[in-house]
C-alpha cells in the first residue's frame, strides 16, 4: 500500500464505453469524432491488433489514395492512450503506450508513433470516458465532479476543492481498482474481466503519492454488465453469475 | 485498406500459415454423411489437404492423406477404385454429428464440440447440406456476419406468400405477426447494429426501427472461426461454416436446424439438388452462366435479377471480389461493425497460436466447451423498449414447445 489520502479522492463523471471509430482520418480526428460522439471531453481508450498506416506527404484533411504501399503499413498489436478534446473541435493525444510493428522493418527502430497516423480500416474501441466540466486535471483535461456516487475516481494530490460544493460523494475505496495508468492492468482488466474472476490480482499500488491516480470501483462490474448487457448468456455459467 | 501482407495473413490456409494453423485447431466439416453412399474411400479435400475417407476394420470412419492425380483440379471427386492412400501420410480425427463428418487436422486433441442446438438436437430434426463457392473462405464468411447487405443483396420488390416457403430462406413472416421478412428488409435498409463478444464468437443484433415505437430484431451469430448461426424461417435456424478446399475455393456446409416439425429432408434435399451438380456440389447458377441474371426479372422482382435464391445472390457477391478479396483497395465503415470485431478476433488468435498460446483461442483450454449451448438466433418485432425481453422471451418459448432437449437455463 502506497501513501493515500481519502481526502484526495475525487469521484467523477464517467462511463464505459465501447464504440467502433472510423478509419482513415489521422488517429486524432478518428478520435476526436468518437468523443464527440459518446460527449466525453477525454477518455482512456484502448485498442488491440488494429491494422494501421502513415502515408508520407499526405495532408491531414486530404483522402488516403486508393491503393495502400505495403511499407506504409503495419499493425498496432495494443495501444492504450488518453485521448483529450482541444477547443477547436480537435483532439489530442496526451499520452499513450502501445506496442507495434511496421512491414518496413527499418522503421521499427523508432521508438514513437507518428503524429501523422491512421488506421487503416475501422476499428472496435473501449475504454472509460470523461465527462468534460470544471475540475482542473493534469491528465484528463476539465472533467466534472460526480453529483451522486461514481464507480470512478481520480486521486488528485494537493486537490482544492473549495469552488465545488462541500458534500463530495463518497468513493469506497477498499474494493477498487487503481491504476497509475499503468497500461498492462488497464488492457488485462478489459479483455479479461469479463471472462475472469474481478479484480483481485489488484491492489492499492499507490507509487509514491504524487501523481494523480484513476480508481475505479469494483462495482463497477454492474455496469460493465450492462453495457455489453447479455454477452455470455448462453453459457450455463453465466447465467449463475448475473446478479440477482 | 490494409497491406497485402496482412491480407495474406487472414485468409491463406495451408499447412503451417497462421490462419490454416487456427483454423486446424477447431472440428472441420470434411464431408456430408449423404456422400458415403458411394463406394468408399472417397475423396476429402480439405485445407489444402488431399485426404481420403475411408472405413477401418472395426467400421470407424478414418481419414488420411491421398496421392494427388497428376491434373487433378481443385475441386474433383475420383472414382474410390482411384485413390490412392498416401502410406507415411497423415490420419485426422473424424467425428460424425447430425449429417456431417468432421475432422480435426490440428496438433493435439480435438476440442470438445460445443452443445450447440445443431449438435444436440435429434437426428430427425436436422438437415445438412453443402454446396461450392469458387472464392477464398473468409469473404464468404464476411457476407454472413454483414446484416445490413439483407436489405439490398436479397431485396425483393414484392413479397411472396408464406405458403410454399418450406425450407426458404427469408420467405416466413415474423413471429407472431403477419409481416414478411421480405417487408421488412425492403422498407427499413439501415439498421442499428450492435455487436457482442462471446463465449463461441459474436452475437450482432441488427435492430430495424419501424412505425409505431416498433422495432424488427434480428439475431445472428459468429461461431469462431469460420460458422454462422441465424434464424431461416419461424421454426429453423442455419448453422453454416464456409470451409477452405483451398485458398481459392470453399464449401458451405449448413445444418438446417429445426425446434418444430421434425426436417422433411426430401423436401429440403429435392429443393437443393435442383440447384447443384453432384459430386462436386456446384451451383449451377454460376459465373459462366452469368448466374442466370435476367434484367427483366431485375426491373420488377429481384434486386440482383439473379432469382429467388438468396444463396445465389450471396455466391455473385462473394466470387464476384475474386478469388481473394484483394482488401488493399477495400474501405469498410462503421457499419462494417461486425466484419470489424471478427478480424479482431482472428488476427488476436494469429497471434495466439504464433506464440503457442492455445488457451487463448475462443472454445478452447480451459473454455467449458460443453456448457456453451444456444445461440439465440431468431427475428422478432417487439416495442422498441423491450426488443431485448421479447426476442430473448421468443426464444425461451420456441424452446420450451421443443421436443428434443433445447432448455437454456
Ligand atoms: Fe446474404
Redesign the interface.
Known amino acids: 500500500m502506497g501513501c493515500f489520502d481519502p481526502v484526495n479522492i475525487v469521484p467523477i463523471e464517467a462511463r464505459l464505453f465501447e464504440d467502433?471509430?472510423?478509419?482513415?482520418f489521422p488517429l486524432s480526428v478518428t478520435l476526436a469524432h468518437l468523443l464527440q460522439r459518446q460527449c466525453f471531453g477525454s477518455a482512456l481508450i484502448a485498442i488491440?491488433?488494429?491494422?494501421m498506416?502513415d502515408i508520407p506527404n499526405l495532408e491531414s484533411g486530404a483522402p488516403?489514395p486508393?491503393?495502400?504501399n505495403?511499407l506504409y503499413?503495419?499493425?498496432i498489436?495494443w495501444l492504450v492512450a488518453i485521448a483529450r478534446m482541444q477547443p477547436l473541435g480537435s483532439c489530442s493525444i496526451v499520452s499513450g503506450w502501445a506496442q507495434w510493428h511496421w512491414?518496413d522493418r527499418a522503421r521499427d527502430k523508432v521508438s514513437r508513433l507518428p503524429h501523422s497516423l491512421r488506421l487503416?480500416?475501422?476499428?472496435?474501441v473501449h475504454g472509460i470516458g470523461f465527462v468534460q466540466g470544471h475540475l482542473r486535471t493534469r491528465s484528463l483535461g476539465r472533467v466534472k465532479l460526480a453529483e451522486t456516487s461514481s464507480c470512478v475516481a481520480l486521486h488528485m494530490p494537493n486537490i482544492d476543492l473549495s469552488d465545488f460544493s462541500t458534500d463530495v460523494p463518497q468513493f469506497d475505496t477498499v474494493e477498487s481498482l487503481c491504476w497509475s495508468l499503468n497500461p498492462t492492468y488497464f488492457l488485462e482488466w478489459f479483455d479479461h474481466s469479463?471472462v475472469g474472476s474481478w479484480g483481485c490480482r489488484y491492489s492499492l499500488n499507490l507509487g509514491n503519492g504524487s501523481e494523480e491516480l484513476l480508481l475505479v470501483e469494483k462495482r463497477c462490474e454492474v455496469i460493465w454488465r450492462a453495457l455489453?448487457?447479455?454477452?455470455?448468456?448462453?453459457?450455463?455459467?453465466s447465467?449463475d453469475a448475473v446478479p440477482a | 485498406?490494409?497491406?497485402?501482407?496482412?491480407n495474406d495473413r487472414i485468409t491463406r490456409i495451408g499447412s503451417g500459415t497462421p490462419a490454416g494453423t487456427v483454423l486446424r485447431h477447431y472440428w472441420q466439416p470434411a464431408a456430408l454423411v449423404e456422400e458415403l453412399h458411394a463406394s468408399l474411400p472417397i475423396a476429402v479435400n480439405l485445407l489444402g489437404e488431399r485426404l481420403a475417407l475411408s472405413r477401418n476394420q472395426l467400421g470407424h470412419w478414418v481419414l488420411t492423406g491421398r496421392k494427388t492425380q497428376i491434373d487433378e483440379p481443385v475441386v474433383c471427386y475420383p472414382d474410390a477404385d482411384q485413390i490412392q492412400i498416401l502410406e507415411d501420410g497423415p490420419t485426422y480425427p473424424v467425428a460424425e454429428n447430425n449429417g456431417i463428418i468432421f475432422a480435426y487436422l490440428g496438433d493435439g486433441e480435438p476440442p470438445d464440440f460445443p452443445n450447440f442446438d445443431c449438435f444436440r438436437a435429434d437426428e430427425s430434426h436436422v438437415f445438412a447440406f453443402k454446396g461450392l463457392w469458387e472464392c477464398n473462405w473468409l469473404q464468404a464468411l464476411e457476407i454472413g456476419i454483414d446484416p445490413a447487405h439483407a436489405s439490398f443483396l436479397h431485396r425483393f420488390l414484392s413479397d411472396e406468400d408464406a405458403e410454399g416457403s418450406y425450407g426458404k430462406q427469408f420467405r416466413d413472416t415474423v413471429v407472431q405477426t403477419d409481416i414478411p421478412i421480405t417487408h421488412v428488409l425492403r422498407e427499413y435498409p439501415c439498421p442499428e447494429i450492435d455487436v457482442?463478444?462471446?463465449?463461441?464468437g459474436l452475437?450482432i443484433t441488427a435492430l430495424r426501427h419501424m412505425d409505431n415505437g416498433r422495432t424488427h430484431v434480428r439475431i445472428t451469430n459468429q461461431i469462431f472461426p469460420e460458422a454462422i448461426c441465424i434464424p431461416m424461417s419461424q421454426e429453423m435456424t442455419i448453422t453454416q461454416w464456409h470451409v477452405p478446399i483451398d485458398d481459392e475455393n470453399c464449401y458451405w456446409y449448413a445444418m438446417f436446424t429445426s425446434f418444430g416439425e421434425p426436417v422433411n429432408k426430401e423436401v429440403m434435399r429435392t429443393q437443393r439438388l435442383k440447384e447443384h451438380e453432384l459430386p462436386t456440389y456446384a451451383p449451377k447458377k454460376n459465373r459462366l452462366n452469368h448466374y442466370g441474371f435476367d434484367p427483366s426479372e431485375q426491373k420488377t422482382q429481384t434486386y440482383t435479377g439473379m432469382g429467388m435464391d438468396i444463396n445465389v445472390h450471396d455466391q455473385w457477391a462473394v466470387e464476384g471480389m475474386g478469388t481473394i478479396q484483394d482488401r488493399?483497395?477495400?474501405?469498410?465503415?462503421?457499419s462494417?461493425?461486425a466484419i470489424?470485431?471478427y478480424?479482431?478476433m482472428l488476427?488476436?488468435a494469429l497471434?495466439a497460436v504464433e506464440m503457442g498460446d492455445r488457451a487463448a483461442l475462443p472454445m478452447q483450454g480451459n473454455a467449458?466447451v460443453k456448457?456453451?449451448?444456444?445461440?439465440?438466433s431468431n427475428d422478432t418485432i417487439a416495442l422498441t423498449d423491450d426488443w431485448?425481453g421479447v426476442s430473448?422471451r421468443a426464444d425461451l418459448k420456441r424452446r420450451a414447445a421443443c421436443s428434443w432437449d433445447a432448455s437454456?437455463?
Not at chain 1, 488491440?48 to 491494422?51: D, G, H, I, Q, Y
Open positions: 467502433c471509430v472510423d478509419g482513415y488491440r491488433v488494429a491494422p498506416m488516403v486508393l491503393h495502400i505495403p503499413s503495419g499493425q498489436d512491414n487503416a480500416e475501422p476499428a472496435y469479463v455489453i448487457s447479455d454477452t455470455r448468456a448462453y453459457t450455463k455459467r447465467f | 485498406m490494409i497491406s497485402q501482407e496482412l457482442e463478444e462471446t463465449d463461441y452475437k488493399t483497395r477495400e474501405h469498410l465503415g462503421r462494417d461493425k470489424i470485431r478480424r479482431r488476427r488476436k497471434k467449458h456448457t456453451i449451448v444456444g445461440p439465440l431485448f430473448y437454456i437455463l
